[in-house]
């Protein structure tokens, strides 16, 4: 069943991506966003040119140029392209359950004024194949 506007009671919502006729709201539509952002490649928006982050040009780099790497590329489209949130530390390593694929773990919070809000975490695997 579809989601009404009536039943949605965040003011920060968009619809859940892989599931017709549902939304996400709050820290998970953050969750969501930054997924999509760190997941799409720069240029792949025409009308936002700069939006994504370029991951996966660290694939085939060495593992000790290419974790700073990505956690810089991270660092900087989350400050760019999600205000909603405060990072508290980005990470990266290989992902033990996909040999070759990398595993990239941020840890944020949302930034409401002064008021402190739990540290959520959000992970996202760049697989060894590249951008699909």
């Known amino acids: 069943m579809a989601v009404t506007l009536d039943e949605i009671t965040s003011v920060d919502w968009s619809l859940k991506l892989s599931a017709i006729g549902k939304v996400v709201e709050g820290p998970d539509d953050v969750d969501q966003c930054l997924q999509i952002i760190l997941t799409t490649p720069k240029g792949a928006d025409p009308l936002?040119?700069?939006?994504?982050?370029?991951?996966?040009?660290?694939?085939?780099?060495?593992?000790?140029?290419?974790i700073p790497s990505l956690v810089r590329e991270v660092t900087e489209a989350i400050t760019l392209w999600e205000p909603r949130v405060k990072l508290v530390s980005v990470s990266a390593a290989?992902?033990?359950?996909?040999?070759?694929?990398?595993?990239?773990?941020?840890?944020?919070?949302?930034?409401?004024?002064?008021?402190?809000t739990a540290a959520r975490t959000t992970s996202v695997t760049l697989p060894a194949s590249g951008p699909q």
């Open 94 to 116: 290989p992902n033990p359950l996909a040999i070759g694929d990398l595993l990239v773990n941020i840890v944020w919070r949302l930034q409401l004024g002064s008021m402190p």
């Open 48 to 66: 936002r040119p700069t939006f994504g982050a370029d991951l996966w040009q660290y694939i085939d780099y060495p593992i000790d140029a290419a």
